[in-house]
């Protein structure tokens, strides 16, 4: 990729998820009744229409909503059906990134999570949107993928729109790429509206 794909680096890799936080739940119902997870398992705790926000340090760094949440105390796995997310800035003062999802499933040790079923993030401060069907972010390694054969959509409202198979990212050495094709324009905002047209073969 092009070094004008920085931007959209250094905002995919604004999307951390901080695995040693505090989950404050704001609101829920339970719900002791018959499980709607397709496993062999029974979920130990069902809520329904969940609002919890995760803290760090007493400010507040993000916000979950779901319509179901099931939490498996064996597996150390929090599953969430229809779930919407905010990110904050720092000191909780600004939203930097909100999305939203058809599934996730939160492993509480590790802090890894996988999105499912539809995944849209859009970055504020980077006026990026990242849509794609599913994502999976690796806590200890620090890293982002979409899932080889997947494609991934990137936007931007000045008319940036490219699509790539297999999104891949180091949010430690602050490096992204595509592991399959890629093509479209990305639009490099300056004095001189610079744009480049991506064309990229297996």
């Known amino acids: 990729m092009n070094k004008n794909t920085a931007a959209v680096n250094r905002a995919i890799c604004s999307l951390i998820f901080p695995a040693a936080v505090l989950f404050i739940f704001v609101s829920c119902t339970f719900d002791y009744g018959e499980s709607g ?45 229809n779930l919407s997310f905010e990110q904050y800035g720092e000191r909780g003062e600004t939203t930097n990134v909100t999305g939203n999802a058809g599934f996730a499933s939160v492993n509480i040790e590790s802090g890894d999570i996988h999105l499912d079923n539809g995944v849209t993030l859009e970055v504020e401060s980077e006026d990026i949107v990242i849509e794609t069907i599913q994502l999976e972010w690796k806590d200890e390694p620090r890293t982002l993928e979409s899932g080889k054969e997947n494609e991934v959509t990137i936007l931007r409202r000045n008319g940036t729109k490219f699509t790539g198979v297999g999104l891949l990212v180091n949010a430690r050495k602050r490096e992204w790429e595509f592991l399959g094709a890629a093509s479209g324009t990305y639009i490099h905002d300056d004095d001189d509206d610079e744009f480049l047209s991506i064309t990229e073969n297996e």
């Open 37 to 81: 997870s397709s496993g062999n398992e029974l979920p130990d705790l069902i809520m329904v229409n969940v609002e919890y926000v995760r803290v760090r340090s007493s400010d507040p760094i993000a916000r979950f909503q779901a319509e179901r949440a099931e939490r498996y105390d064996t597996q150390g796995v929090m599953k969430l059906e």
